[in-house]
T-cell receptor, first 114, second 113 residues
Framework: GESVGLHLPTLSVQEGDNSIINCAYS??????FIWYKQESGKGPQFIID?????DKRQGQRVTVLLNKTVKHLSLQIAATQPGDSAVYFC?????????????FGKGTHLIIQP | DAGITQSPRHKVTETGTPVTLRCHQT?????MYWYRQDPGHGLRLIHY???????DKGEVSDGYSVSRSKTEDFLLTLESATSSQTSVYFC????????????FGNGTRLTVT
């Protein structure tokens, strides 16, 4: 598959451990945030989203935490599995900006060690 | 997958030739987008559409045009391909303009020689 980013930050975790992927966003006016997973050769896959009126949201094996004070977003993956190996990136949407105003991060490469 | 088909999946073309990439959706979503993805960059918006025949430019629109004659189809055209347009192109769709996630196709890898 194609490379989706050279020199991406890499996070290496043991299978079964929890993973935490971080994202610092740029605009204090951003009010909607999305996490995506991208496997080699595929398009980005929606994982979970959160709005700025929340500070935590849980999905199946994933939790997103939002800290508006320091403009920080994190994605926690519980009990990491080999299928979780991928590039993960966040996107932010400035309030009133619409979907055309989404800004995407460059991503973090999550590697699962057996 | 969210019912998005991109074609072709791979294409090699020569500098100066026209190229059209197609995105087809079966979700009846109003909004459609074209992005490019390059090493060292996040996804960058080329053009988007908010309805049939309604389109607007994104961050990196120079050298690209789009058309949307039907809800389900969104075409991206490179009128005269250049080597700087070698990239992976993704189509995305969304239900609403804000506060809804984009869903992506599996991309078209375009190489301009």
């Amino acid at each position: 598959g194609e490379s989706v980013g050279l020199h991406l930050p890499t996070l290496s975790v043991q299978e079964g451990d929890n993973s935490i992927i971080n994202c610092a966003y740029s605009n204090s006016a951003s009010d909607y945030f999305i996490w995506y997973k991208q496997e080699s050769g595929k398009g980005p896959q929606f994982i979970i989203d959160i709005r700025s009126n929340m500070d935590k949201r849980q999905g199946q094996r994933v939790t997103v935490l939002l800290n508006k004070t320091v403009k920080h977003l994190s994605l926690q993956i519980a009990a990491t599995q080999p299928g979780d190996s991928a590039v993960y990136f966040c996107a932010e949407n400035i309030k009133g900006g619409g979907a055309d105003g989404l800004t995407f991060g460059k991503g973090t490469h999550l590697i699962i060690q057996p | 997958d969210a019912g998005i088909t991109q074609s072709p999946r791979h294409k090699v073309t020569e500098t100066g030739t026209p190229v059209t990439l197609r995105c087809h959706q079966t979700e009846n979503h109003r909004y459609m987008y074209w992005y490019r993805q390059d090493p060292g960059h996040g996804l960058r918006l080329i053009h988007y559409s908010y309805g049939v025949k309604d389109t607007d430019k994104g961050e990196v629109s120079d050298g690209y045009s789009v058309s949307r004659s039907k809800t389900e189809d969104f075409l991206l055209t490179l009128e005269s391909a250049t080597s700087s347009q070698t990239s992976v192109y993704f189509c995305a769709i969304s239900e609403s303009r804000a506060d809804s996630p984009l869903h992506f196709g599996n991309g078209t890898r375009l190489t301009v020689t």
